[in-house]
């Protein structure tokens, strides 16, 4: 089965720009979607198709991706953005949705 | 707005069944593929099955492939999951979330439940 990898946690100083990297093979032909869940609540879709950014999320999330590595990308970092991060894909081989382990963003 | 109300959840012994429902709103519900997803508690989220639009095809995880089954009612707008030998490690909020382009059931999920709690113990 696919596998997506992300660092288990990232610390960020409010005001910098936080990086929240998400692996797989060849995930450069698939489809990266980003997932912001806070504390006891649902999560909410913050970057889709890779890139995209659903109304309501701030510019300051921006998505990209190489051949085998997503990124999200949080600049001028708040403390409210402070929350659990899952990258998503749908691996068509295997008819799956597949996420990706989860980053805790820490707002220093 | 759109809305996906989950219930069903509760305590049940290993073993045993259990039906959750997710209650759609404020969008065209028998136009999108839906999704149940799941998440232990303090663990990630963990997909866990898939149904398209009509109810013509259906994808499930590994581990609850034979023992969970997807449905749906588009005529009472709602989305059904049929758990089937329980276990402990079952034991999670179960979510469902609707996708962003109604009749691929690849497309990103765009919208999720509040989620309910499926507790599964002797």
């Known amino acids: 089965s696919y596998v997506l990898t992300q660092p288990p946690s990232v610390s960020v100083a409010p005001g910098k720009t936080a990086s929240i990297t998400c692996g797989g093979n060849n995930i450069g032909i698939k489809s990266v979607h980003w997932h912001q869940q806070k504390p006891g609540q649902a999560p909410v879709l913050v970057i889709y198709y890779d890139s995209d950014r659903p109304s309501g999320i701030p510019e300051r999330f921006s998505g990209s991706k190489s051949a085998n590595t997503a990124t999200l990308t949080i600049s001028r970092v708040e403390a409210g953005d402070e929350a659990d991060y899952y990258c998503q894909v749908w691996d068509g081989s295997s008819d799956a949705g597949v996420f990706g382990g989860g980053t805790k963003l820490t707002v220093l | 707005q759109v809305q996906l109300v989950e219930s069903g959840g509760g305590v049940v012994q290993p073993g045993r069944s259990l039906r959750l429902s997710c209650a759609a709103s404020?969008?065209?519900?028998?136009?999108?593929?839906i999704h149940w997803v799941r998440q232990a508690p303090g663990k990630g989220l963990e997909w866990v099955a898939v149904l398209s639009y009509d109810g013509s095809y259906k994808y499930y995880a590994d581990s609850v492939r034979g023992r969970f089954t997807i449905s749906r009612d588009n005529s009472k707008n709602t989305l059904y999951l049929q758990m089937n030998s329980l276990r402990a490690e079952d034991t999670a909020v179960y979510y469902c979330?609707?996708?962003?382009?109604?009749?691929?059931?690849?497309?990103?999920?765009?919208?999720w439940g509040q989620g309910t709690l499926v507790s599964v113990s002797s």
């Open positions: 404020g969008f065209t519900f028998s136009s999108y593929a």
């Open positions: 979330a609707r996708v962003y382009s109604g009749y691929d059931s690849g497309s990103p999920i765009d919208h």
